[in-house]
Nanobody, 121 residues
Framework: QVQLVESGGGLVQPGGSLRLSCAAS????????MGWYRQDPGKQRELVAV???????NYADSVKGRFTISKGNAKNTVSLQMNSLKPEYTAVYYCNAVVRLGVGESVRSFWGQGTQVTVSS
């Protein structure tokens, strides 16, 4: 089974920065994409940023110019650098990965347990 573990969340003041990391483990043949989503209680989970296996990126309009998604230093990891944080960015941030588990197998999507990000003074 593929496991995704997020880290780096916490409490930060408005205008501050945080860096989230996600590590994927298990039998993974290839990764089509890894990304970050966020969700507050009572709200739908929404896309924040995605990094594809080819290196392309996609961001939610609300975070463009503030957040940067990139490949992590370790194998099968991704990071999200969050700058100029605003209170409305407060949410649980979830890592998502779309992967192939083996040759000839279809792609599958996996989710991490989430990490809390709170932006407050």
């Amino acid at each position: 089974q593929v496991q995704l573990v997020e880290s780096g969340g916490g409490l930060v003041q408005p205008g501050g920065s945080l860096r989230l990391s996600c590590a994927a483990s298990g039998i993974i043949f290839s990764i089509n994409a890894m990304g970050w989503y966020r969700q507050d209680p009572g709200k739908q989970r929404e896309l924040v940023a995605v990094l594809t296996g080819s290196g392309s990126t996609n961001y939610a309009d609300s975070v463009k110019g503030r957040f940067t998604i990139s490949k992590g230093n370790a194998k099968n990891t991704v990071s999200l650098q969050m700058n100029s944080l605003k209170p409305e960015y407060t949410a649980v941030y979830y890592c998502n990965a779309v992967v192939r588990l083996g040759v000839g197998e279809s792609v599958r999507s996996f989710w991490g347990q989430g990490t809390q990000v709170t932006v407050s003074s």
